[in-house]
């Protein structure tokens, strides 16, 4: 989820790939940097300034040498390593001659790390980025020009990327490499450009040729030349954009929240990479609790606000299911000012997607008051949460820009459920087969996400069916509860709707007098053993007049039989549930809010962190 830009041709490299960088800087990216081909070599600056990192180049970019026609730059959201400038990008090799840059994961730098050490390399950064700059320098050592030695570096590569790298010895070159994350490279007449996103290009051309996976550009001067990764030629195929800046931003999606729905593969995708060794062993290295102290905990205590909040209660169930571990889950703004009882054998679990809630931050260091180890699962790497706690596990779901948690809120989930099976497997509570069985499932998720949000057109149907409504319950049981929760307050903080989130078989104690004709319920009603329950809930609220909505499995028609719509989504292994589930309720909260006029980016009264008590 980083920024690339780079520029080749007569016009000053300098100044477009700054330029670039300020466009891409939307994204809110912790650092940013740049490398140039001058007559000296390689110059390059680099800064982690936060958003403003950008600005403080511009400052230290006074210094360039004059003479710079070929450049290229990043802005950084960092997965491996702190945000500091030693580990933003460009990385160099070991000569100085070679600069690189890189968006997305090298799933195996730590082995290619460890051999490239063996071999003399000295490596100054925590990233798994710098691997590939020396794994380069070996092959031009062997006698291959830059083009060839990229392509015989990515040949001991796993993982995803997109990369550019510039050499001193080909000063009019950019090659570049992508797999799984974006590249497009812009033609002018006398310069080539090339960037992870288009709104990086627009103030120089609007034609641009789009890179396959596993294909290799290489730029010069107002010529492309592209092959596939095994060397053979492929077609440039030029397209002209007609977006303007804002909707370049967006990629073409109408707003952020629907970017963000649709990115949700690579959310889960990404935040599943690395975590297992070559021995079904789940790895999680951000996690810096030793095993033993995971092992010896008797208690887990999670703590999180809103959709966060939710993900939690997910994970309680899959906690008490594979590591019989007692599991407690509160709202941190209630944990604070109450008697929680744990001690230094509790893993307090702190939930936040920007890592800087203030009552997430302070519920954290009420539970190290108590003596507990304290693990946070964020998505903002060195977030204040991040650094005061024991360990940390990243969800690498990429800066979420809408107010409304989506992309963030599965990959939490994901992050949590490898928590719990790393639990289930210090604790021996599951049997190893058992474990990979459900490591397996959890792979799964990114194809079936991918299917389920094919259906939106279906879920904007009843979307315009329900469409004037004004009191919505959402009714789900065991961890269809939480997945109805979170429904519910998508629905009210888009929507504006009063929406609200019931276990099914509570209703009858109360919320059931609200019930009447025109009251709409929608229930998560996929398969898992409280099915049959659930279908004697629906049929309660059916009797009384309210308007059916069912999130159903697909093929389940006796579920289906009761409803007025019916949301079909894919089947899965029932805790895994709710990270399906959650796709046609965003949807749907999208839709009505949509058809209201409202702006889902930024919804009234709402802020996207909330940084006061
Ligand atoms: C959900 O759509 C909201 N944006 C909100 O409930 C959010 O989840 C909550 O404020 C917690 O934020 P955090 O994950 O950054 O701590």
Same mark, same amino acid.
């Given at each position: 989820m980083c920024g690339i830009i780079g520029a080749t041709g007569d016009h000053d490299a300098l100044e477009i790939v700054l330029e670039g960088l300020a466009r891409l800087e939307y994204r809110g990216y912790d650092s940013a940097g740049v490398a140039l081909i001058t007559e000296e070599g390689i110059w390059r600056e680099r800064s982690a300034h936060g958003t403003t990192s950008v600005a403080e180049l511009v400052k230290l970019a006074e210094s360039a040498p004059a003479v710079r026609r070929t450049g290229i730059g990043h802005t950084r959201w960092a997965t491996h390593g702190h945000p500091t400038a030693g580990n933003a990008h460009p990385h160099l090799d070991c000569t100085g001659h070679l600069a690189l840059v890189h968006n997305g994961i090298i799933e195996n730098h730590t082995e290619l790390a460890a051999a490239l050490v063996a071999r003399g390399h000295v490596l100054t950064s925590e #990233?798994? #980025?710098?691997v590939v700059a020396h794994l380069i320098e070996e092959e031009i050592d062997g006698g291959l020009g830059l083009a060839e030695a990229l392509r015989a570096a990515l040949k001991a590569v796993r993982g995803a990327f997109s990369l550019a790298a510039v050499h001193r010895d080909e000063p009019t070159l950019i090659v570049a490499a992508r797999r799984v994350s974006p590249l497009v490279v812009g033609l002018c007449e006398d310069e080539t450009l090339l960037a992870s996103d288009i709104p990086a290009l627009l103030g120089r051309t609007r034609r641009v040729v789009t890179l396959d996976d596993d294909q290799l550009a290489e730029l010069t001067p107002g010529h492309l030349r592209i092959t596939t990764l095994d060397g053979d030629e492929v077609a440039v195929v030029e397209r002209t954009v007609d977006w303007d800046l804002e909707a370049a931003e967006k990629e073409g999606y109408p707003d952020f929240m629907s970017k963000e729905i649709r990115e949700q593969p690579h959310a889960v995708a990404d935040t599943l990479l690395d975590r297992q060794a070559p021995d079904g062993t789940l790895v999680l290295d951000e996690v810096r609790l030793s095993d033993q102290s995971l092992r010896e905990a008797d208690k887990v205590f999670i703590v999180a606000c809103g959709s966060s909040y939710h993900a939690a209660m997910v994970a309680k169930y899959a906690i008490e299911r594979w590591t019989r571990l007692p599991t407690e889950v509160d709202i941190a703004s209630e944990f604070r000012y109450r008697d929680p009882v744990l001690d230094e054998r509790t893993l307090a679990v702190g939930v936040s997607q920007s890592g800087e809630t203030v009552d997430t931050i302070q519920a954290m260091r009420e539970a190290r008051r108590w003596g507990a180890k304290v693990l946070v699962v964020s998505n903002v790497v060195d977030s204040s949460m991040a650094r005061e706690a024991d360990g940390v596990l990243y969800t690498r779901a990429g800066p979420e820009v809408g107010v409304a948690a989506t992309k963030t809120y599965v990959a939490q989930i994901v992050a949590l459920e490898l928590v719990a099976l790393k639990l289930a497997q210090l604790r021996g509570t599951l049997p190893p087969e058992e474990i990979s069985a459900l490591l397996g499932q959890l792979q799964t998720l990114p194809g079936l996400l991918e299917r389920t949000l094919e259906r939106s057109d279906a879920v904007d149907a009843v979307a315009g069916a329900l469409h004037g409504a004004r009191d919505f319950f959402f009714l789900g049981r065991n961890v269809g509860f939480p997945v109805a929760l979170e429904g519910a307050l998508k629905l009210k903080e888009l929507s504006y709707l009063r929406a609200e989130g019931y276990p099914g078989g509570e209703l009858k104690h109360g919320p059931i007098a609200l019930i009447e004709p025109g009251t709409v319920v929608v229930a998560v009603a996929t398969r898992n053993r409280l099915s049959e329950k659930m279908l004697s809930n629906i049929a309660e609220v059916k009797s009384r007049g309210a308007t059916i909505v069912v999130v159903a499995s697909d093929g389940d028609d006796a579920t289906a039989a009761v409803a007025d719509h019916v949301l079909w989504v894919p089947e899965v292994e029932p805790l895994l549930s709710p990270i399906i589930d959650a796709v046609p309720l965003q949807f749907l909260a999208y839709r009505l809010a949509r058809l209201a006029g409202y702006d889902v980016d930024r919804p009234r009264n709402l802020a996207k962190t909330v940084t006061v008590e």
């Amino acid at each position: 989820m980083c920024g690339i830009i780079g520029a080749t041709g007569d016009h000053d490299a300098l100044e477009i790939v700054l330029e670039g960088l300020a466009r891409l800087e939307y994204r809110g990216y912790d650092s940013a940097g740049v490398a140039l081909i001058t007559e000296e070599g390689i110059w390059r600056e680099r800064s982690a300034h936060g958003t403003t990192s950008v600005a403080e180049l511009v400052k230290l970019a006074e210094s360039a040498p004059a003479v710079r026609r070929t450049g290229i730059g990043h802005t950084r959201w960092a997965t491996h390593g702190h945000p500091t400038a030693g580990n933003a990008h460009p990385h160099l090799d070991c000569t100085g001659h070679l600069a690189l840059v890189h968006n997305g994961i090298i799933e195996n730098h730590t082995e290619l790390a460890a051999a490239l050490v063996a071999r003399g390399h000295v490596l100054t950064s925590e #990233t798994d #980025t710098e691997v590939v700059a020396h794994l380069i320098e070996e092959e031009i050592d062997g006698g291959l020009g830059l083009a060839e030695a990229l392509r015989a570096a990515l040949k001991a590569v796993r993982g995803a990327f997109s990369l550019a790298a510039v050499h001193r010895d080909e000063p009019t070159l950019i090659v570049a490499a992508r797999r799984v994350s974006p590249l497009v490279v812009g033609l002018c007449e006398d310069e080539t450009l090339l960037a992870s996103d288009i709104p990086a290009l627009l103030g120089r051309t609007r034609r641009v040729v789009t890179l396959d996976d596993d294909q290799l550009a290489e730029l010069t001067p107002g010529h492309l030349r592209i092959t596939t990764l095994d060397g053979d030629e492929v077609a440039v195929v030029e397209r002209t954009v007609d977006w303007d800046l804002e909707a370049a931003e967006k990629e073409g999606y109408p707003d952020f929240m629907s970017k963000e729905i649709r990115e949700q593969p690579h959310a889960v995708a990404d935040t599943l990479l690395d975590r297992q060794a070559p021995d079904g062993t789940l790895v999680l290295d951000e996690v810096r609790l030793s095993d033993q102290s995971l092992r010896e905990a008797d208690k887990v205590f999670i703590v999180a606000c809103g959709s966060s909040y939710h993900a939690a209660m997910v994970a309680k169930y899959a906690i008490e299911r594979w590591t019989r571990l007692p599991t407690e889950v509160d709202i941190a703004s209630e944990f604070r000012y109450r008697d929680p009882v744990l001690d230094e054998r509790t893993l307090a679990v702190g939930v936040s997607q920007s890592g800087e809630t203030v009552d997430t931050i302070q519920a954290m260091r009420e539970a190290r008051r108590w003596g507990a180890k304290v693990l946070v699962v964020s998505n903002v790497v060195d977030s204040s949460m991040a650094r005061e706690a024991d360990g940390v596990l990243y969800t690498r779901a990429g800066p979420e820009v809408g107010v409304a948690a989506t992309k963030t809120y599965v990959a939490q989930i994901v992050a949590l459920e490898l928590v719990a099976l790393k639990l289930a497997q210090l604790r021996g509570t599951l049997p190893p087969e058992e474990i990979s069985a459900l490591l397996g499932q959890l792979q799964t998720l990114p194809g079936l996400l991918e299917r389920t949000l094919e259906r939106s057109d279906a879920v904007d149907a009843v979307a315009g069916a329900l469409h004037g409504a004004r009191d919505f319950f959402f009714l789900g049981r065991n961890v269809g509860f939480p997945v109805a929760l979170e429904g519910a307050l998508k629905l009210k903080e888009l929507s504006y709707l009063r929406a609200e989130g019931y276990p099914g078989g509570e209703l009858k104690h109360g919320p059931i007098a609200l019930i009447e004709p025109g009251t709409v319920v929608v229930a998560v009603a996929t398969r898992n053993r409280l099915s049959e329950k659930m279908l004697s809930n629906i049929a309660e609220v059916k009797s009384r007049g309210a308007t059916i909505v069912v999130v159903a499995s697909d093929g389940d028609d006796a579920t289906a039989a009761v409803a007025d719509h019916v949301l079909w989504v894919p089947e899965v292994e029932p805790l895994l549930s709710p990270i399906i589930d959650a796709v046609p309720l965003q949807f749907l909260a999208y839709r009505l809010a949509r058809l209201a006029g409202y702006d889902v980016d930024r919804p009234r009264n709402l802020a996207k962190t909330v940084t006061v008590e």
